[in-house]
């Protein structure tokens, strides 16, 4: 459904993406200490989700569940009540080693449906990885993101709601400004909040902008009627 | 442009997929041969624009420039103006094979500008492909069809038309019907029109549907002032 005005906005804060180091920005936090003490920071100014990617000690991008273990043991302490939503995205590792911290069942978890192209590689996501991902998303009661970097990824979301392959209801973010992915265009931001309200009506979903485009998707994710995320 | 009344609808033939065999359909042209014989009698029929795959002799698929320029000889020879486009498509080859026979110069090749799932694996087009195939394309005066499996391979070929990567006008393919990539949906085929009108009012565009889908399309392209294809 479209959020109410009495609905509260939910505010997420990713605190580490999974590419930028230290080298590019000294405000980068690399270790699961520093990143508890980020989100707990992002948690008294207002965020209520903490998207979270680790990262190994040449901070390189990780997917050891070790590390996801201790980040949200932290969290869950500092932060009472704030939304743990781990990424599976593709640059923590091959194949299923992007959902070995599944088991840990953090609240959410970020799943592409489809495959698109990035800047300088194709982002896989094969069918059968997709629904592993979601297969242990089910078992371990953990809430997917759709992370939609195109349309048809709405549609195959809202496919896998259907046939219960992903339990309802559908939480989606679309992700636009990724060269040679979806650029950050108006007309299809309201495409895609229209045609997932219509596939399924109980959706929620939320905008996120890379880049210099993060701001504009805040704005077009609220003026849609969506969730916003810093 | 939207097709104006009088302008003359391309009918278009794919006379041999990438996939069915003999075993599927006896009527699948395999050898060059009975491609030739195909392609004229559609050409008699009225179709002005000839899709190519080519085979190889155990029929799975091949990107063989030898068995395209037979081809193209028999269809030059037999059915005089008929407009010639090559596949680059996936499934014929790894990579750069994909577009060997584009220094044969077709008329026209198809080029997906993005990549995508398919159904049981991921449809890889990788950027510096993509850039690949395209900077082939130019070198011999071949005109792309974009194969655009997903709303954001309008964007990128309107992109690569902008900055020179494709020359223009633009012809693109809107592509549904595929499992786990773009489902028939006669909204979407609408809004693929009109963005692809707004980003490159010149272009031309037409709609394939793969399987029982494919009459859906035909109508759907000629409603919103496309091309057809059989
Ligand atoms: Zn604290
Ligand atoms: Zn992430
Ligand atoms: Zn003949
Ligand atoms: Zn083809």
């Not at 930028?20 to 690399?30: F, G, L, M, T, W």
């Not at 699961?32 to 003490?37: C, D, G, H, R, S």
């Not at 980020?38 to 989700?49: K, V």
């Not at 495959?115 to 089910?138: C, G, H, I, K, Q």
Request: aromatic share 6%; hydrophobic share 35%; charged share 25%.
């Amino acid at each position: 459904t479209y959020r109410s005005m009495s609905q509260p906005t939910i505010i997420t804060v990713a605190i580490t993406g999974s590419l930028p180091k230290k080298a590019d920005n000294r405000a980068v936090p690399i270790t699961v200490a520093e990143q508890i003490e980020s989100t707990h920071e992002a948690f008294e100014a207002g965020a209520s989700l903490v998207h979270c990617h680790v990262r190994n000690d040449d901070e390189t991008p990780s997917s050891d569940p070790e590390k996801f273990a201790r980040l949200m043991e932290g969290v869950r302490k500092h932060c009472p009540g704030m939304i743990v939503q781990f990424s599976t995205g593709g640059r923590s590792g091959n194949g299923r080693e992007r959902g070995g911290m599944l088991s840990l069942k953090p609240d959410m978890a970020s799943l592409s449906t489809g495959s698109v192209n990035f800047p300088t590689r194709v982002y896989e996501n094969a069918p059968d990885l997709v629904d592993w991902l979601a297969e242990e998303m089910l078992r371990y009661g953990v809430k997917p993101e759709i992370e939609a970097f195109d349309l048809s990824m709405i549609f195959q979301a809202a496919t896998m709601t259907k046939d219960g392959r992903i339990a309802g209801p559908l939480h989606v973010q679309f992700v636009m400004g990724v060269k040679n992915a979806m650029p950050a265009d108006r007309d299809s931001f309201a495409f895609f909040a229209k045609t997932l309200n219509r596939l399924a009506p109980d959706a929620t979903f939320t905008g996120a902008g890379i880049g210099r485009h993060q701001t504009t998707l805040i704005d077009w994710s609220l003026e849609e009627g969506g969730h916003c995320r810093t």
